[in-house]
């Protein structure tokens, strides 16, 4: 059992640095001399490539605002594109007892409202989820950087996990306060039959009765719902994609075409949301992976600086006795 146990300890993402050493390979048992250095890798730096590659410099206010545009371009579409499915899902749990099942409820819709009323909750879901997106994908790339400057190099790269992590989180935080206002609306118009048709209608008509808290007080439990889930989707993305190209992609990324780096991303984003049911596993799998498609086209439609999978900095390697 306790052998069990230290195995799990050891494949834990959050381990410290020393176990992830040894996790990776870069590292022998506590107290043994590091193992022999691999193929020499090209060294990961941000400002090598030629300036006439990109359009901007990493971490530049262009490059943050063509992210944060992929954002939008990433959660708006693709939110907006489920919008029938969100609405019966919506229905299901506000009355179970008319909306059975989710066949039962597109029935019931379509027998009530006819085909427009599956598009209700379309103008602030689309509004909403854009500002989300503006905000979880373009501030991630914003914390990312600050904090790897704040930890340094080494550090940066030891606890790449607990960065992803907490850029993540931050970033979120500010993208569900954006969400906030269009998704009180949004449920009103597919939720409460009779209240509104439209977002210019249920705007208002909230302000009207209850102020601004109308728009923000279902903040707290969209950040009991999104920081989790968006910690775990970026901080597996951001694994999955360095190991696809460690383990299964057969040349480094820098030797592959942009279609075959944009299929990496999106099996990566697949793979990030595997766990749960079937239906679950289809819906959220794809709605993920295809955000994740259409964010890094748009880098490489604007020609963003894309760095590689984070490796060893040569300063560590030199501290670990990995190089000469």
């Not at 146990?5 to 048992?29: S, T, W």
């Not at 206010?61 to 990433?74: I, N, P, R, T």
């Not at 923000?216 to 901080?235: D, E, H, S």
């Not at 299964?248 to 984003?269: D, I």
């Amino acid at each position: 059992m306790y052998s069990s146990v230290a195995h799990l300890a050891r494949a834990n993402p959050f381990n410290a640095p020393h176990l992830q050493l040894v996790h990776d390979g870069l590292a022998g048992p506590r107290g043994s001399p590091a193992g022999p250095p691999g193929p020499p890798r090209r060294s990961r730096s941000l400002a090598a490539a030629a300036a006439e590659e990109y359009s901007c410099e990493y971490g530049s206010m262009k490059f943050y605002a063509l992210c944060g545009f992929g954002g939008v371009l990433s959660c708006g579409l693709t939110h907006t594109a489920v919008v029938p499915l969100d609405l019966v899902k919506c229905r299901m749990q506000v009355d179970p007892q008319k909306y059975k099942g989710i066949f039962n409820g597109f029935s019931v819709t379509l027998k009530e409202d006819g085909v427009r009323g599956l598009a209700k909750g379309w103008a602030p879901t689309f509004i909403g989820y854009s500002m989300q997106g503006l905000c979880k994908f373009g501030f991630y790339e914003v914390f990312k950087v600050l904090y790897s400057n704040m930890l340094g190099e080494e550090n940066a790269y030891l606890w790449r996990t607990s960065l992803y992590l907490a850029a993540s989180a931050s970033a979120e935080f500010f993208a569900d306060i954006a969400l906030a206002p269009m998704e009180a609306a949004k449920v009103r118009i597919q939720t409460q039959p009779g209240y509104a048709n439209t977002l210019r209608d249920a705007a208002p008509k909230m302000y009207k009765e209850e102020g601004l808290k109308a728009f923000y007080k279902g903040v707290a439990p969209l950040w009991m719902r999104q920081i989790p889930y968006t910690m775990m989707k970026f901080a597996c993305f951001e694994r999955t994609v360095e190991a696809l190209y460690k383990f299964v992609v057969p040349k480094p990324r820098s030797e592959c075409s942009k279609p075959e780096q944009l299929v990496v991303t999106f099996v990566a984003g697949y793979i990030g949301v595997w766990k749960g049911l079937f239906a679950r596993i289809i819906m959220i799998g794809t709605l993920t992976a295809l955000q994740w498609f259409i964010y890094d086209s748009v880098k490489v439609y604007f020609r963003l600086p894309r760095p590689p999978p984070p490796e060893m900095p040569e300063s560590l390697k030199k501290k670990l006795g990995l190089t000469q």
